[in-house]
């Protein structure tokens, strides 16, 4: 299964101020996720396990039925499931077909345990985003 590489990361927000070899790291812990056009990539309300960028491809975000915005290329979902684990928030359903690359909680935590620059940095820049 691929995994994510860096220049698509060096694209998403959240992983700005990273360095190189903090990216391969988290690159190494991504793997690739396929949808299909009209899948459902997320429901409102149901469990989180997972975080996700958009590599390619577009999806519609509702909340309570009404749409709310888009995704794209560069774009990131889920991150707050990575640390809760609490229910989506949103409803996303991929316009076309998309490739994504997920990161589980599982796949998460090791990796920030081991490395705690990389966890500050993404801790400041999600709390900051909170904000």
């Known amino acids: 299964m691929a995994r994510a590489s860096v220049q698509v990361l060096q694209k998403v927000g959240l992983f700005q101020g990273l360095e190189q070899r903090e990216l391969e790291a988290i690159a190494d812990s991504m793997h690739e996720r396929r949808f299909s056009a ?70 998460f935590r090791p990796l920030v345990e081991s490395n705690s620059t990389i966890a500050w940095k993404l801790l400041s820049t999600m709390a900051e985003r909170m904000r």
Do not use: H, K
């Open 38 to 107: 009209a899948d459902v990539v997320t429901r409102e309300g149901a469990g989180g396990a997972g975080f996700f960028i958009v590599e390619e491809g577009q999806a519609d975000v509702t909340i309570n039925g009404e749409r709310v915005g888009e995704l794209g290329p560069g774009d990131y979902f889920g991150e707050v499931a990575l640390l809760t684990g609490s229910e989506r928030t949103a409803t996303i359903v991929a316009r076309t077909d998309m490739v994504c690359y997920g990161m589980t909680p599982w796949d």
